[in-house]
Structure formats: C-alpha cells, structure tokens
T-cell receptor
Framework: NAGVTQTPKFRILKIGQSMTLQCAQD?????MYWYRQDPGMGLKLIYY???????DKGEVPNGYNVSRSTTEDFPLRLELAAPSQTSVYFC????????????????FGPGTRLTVT | AQKVTQAQTEISVVEKEDVTLDCVYE???????LFWYKQPPSGELVFLIR??????QNEISGRYSWNFQKSTSSFNFTITASQVVDSAVYFC???????????????FGQGTILTVHP
C-alpha cells in the first residue's frame, strides 16, 4: 500500500493563479481531510469528506474548494491564490465504521509546500 | 467549541533526560478521542497514540508513556531517556464525536518543539 499520496510536493504560484492539489489513498478509507499548517502553528482543517459525493467545510475553508467523486481521491482546488494561502497542505484519511461510530487514527500524506508570491 | 492547548512552545533537553510534554483540552462532548502525532524535521506526521475518552488507563510503549486524566482534561506525553532522534515537533489533537457518528475532525494544539542535544 502506498498509503496517502500527495502531488506536487512543492509549488510556487503567483497571486491570482489557480491550482489543484492532488490527494489519493489506497486504504479504502471512507473519511478524508485537508489541513493546512502555517509556520510555527498546528494544523487547521480546511475541508473534509465522509464518503464519495459528500464534503463539508472545516475551520478555514475560504479560498478553497473540494470534490470527492471516488473513495480514493480528494483534490483541493485553489481558485485565486493569495499570499495568505502560503502554507504546507496535508491530506489525511481515516476509517470509521458507520455502525459503531468508532474512530481510528488519521494517516497523513507527506504534504505539499505552497508559496504564493 | 473544542480547544487544545500545548503550553510549552519549545523544550530543550540533553540526551538521556526524561521530558514531559503537556496537553490540556476543552470539549463539551462526553465521548471524544485524543491523539499524539510526531512531526520530525522531514515534515511528515507520524501517529503515536489514540485514546478513547472512556479509557483512562495510562499507556506505555517503549520509552513513551501517556498519562490521561479526565478530571484535569489533560493528556500528557513523557519520553524517558530521550534520544537525539526524538527531536521533533509533537502535536496533541482532539476529535469530538457528533450525534453518535464521529467525523474525525481533528483540532490540533500549536505543537511543542522538542530538541534533544547529544
């Protein structure tokens, strides 16, 4: 298993450009998440998904969009890049059985370091 | 709203010292999960432990141990006989459970930078 993969690893964008951060997992996890980590800070949730076709906002969703058409993929779209979106972006996935409500640990991808200038 | 506080921004120790990383949390829910993650200089996030709010037993894994106290809303992490390889940022995180189904959204503390000197 590759686990959670993210592409690209690094990217520099100009203000106003758009891009999509790719995330894929091969563990058949139902839950997927996008977090951002600003320098010296903890991670903050941008968006999450509890299954294909179902997404919802996290703590800091402004300036981002997501979609989840398959269980495996959860891309994050930046439409008009701003310097405030300079950050490291982490995708994560986890499994939660819908019947029990239990929660297992989140597996994180290696991150994408994005700079907007 | 849930909140995680790691009051220690940076800790510096000499190899073989014991070190405790503090984590205090706030939640309105009676069912929740607590986690610790390690972020080494390479940047990835490494899962260390998950603890259910109903399980207050302390846990030991090698040189790592965790002390969970619901009465003080704390979930502290101790490294015994620290090593240079333990140098990393350590994050405590909390996930509440909503309406009987956990969505697993994690709230992270700001992290503690641990530096272990040889």
């Amino acid at each position: 298993n590759a686990g959670v993969t993210q592409t690209p690893k690094f990217r520099i964008l100009k203000i106003g450009q758009s891009m999509t951060l790719q995330c894929a997992q091969d563990m058949n996890h139902n839950y997927m998440y996008w977090y951002r980590q600003d320098p010296g800070m903890g991670l903050k949730l941008i968006y999450y998904s509890v299954g294909a076709g179902i997404t919802d906002k996290g703590e800091v969703p402004n300036g981002y969009n997501v979609s989840r058409s398959t269980t495996e993929d959860f891309p994050l779209r930046l439409e008009l890049a701003a310097p405030s979106q300079t950050s490291v972006y982490f995708c994560a996935s986890s499994y939660s059985p819908s019947t029990s409500g239990s929660l297992y640990e989140q597996y994180f991808g290696p991150g994408t370091r994005l700079t907007v200038t | 709203a849930q909140k995680v506080t790691q009051a220690q921004t940076e800790i510096s120790v000499v190899e073989k010292e014991d070190v405790t990383l503090d984590c205090v949390y706030e939640t309105r829910d009676t069912t929740y999960y607590l986690f610790w993650y390690k972020q080494p200089p390479s940047g990835e996030l490494v899962f260390l432990i998950r603890r259910n709010s109903f399980d207050e037993q302390n846990e030991i894994s090698g040189r790592y141990s965790w002390n969970f106290q619901k009465s003080t809303s704390s979930f502290n992490f101790t490294i015994t006989a620290s090593q240079v390889v333990d140098s990393a940022v350590y994050f405590c995180a909390l996930s509440e459970r909503y309406g009987g189904t956990s969505y697993g959204k994690l709230t992270f503390g700001q992290g503690t930078i641990l530096t272990v000197h040889p």
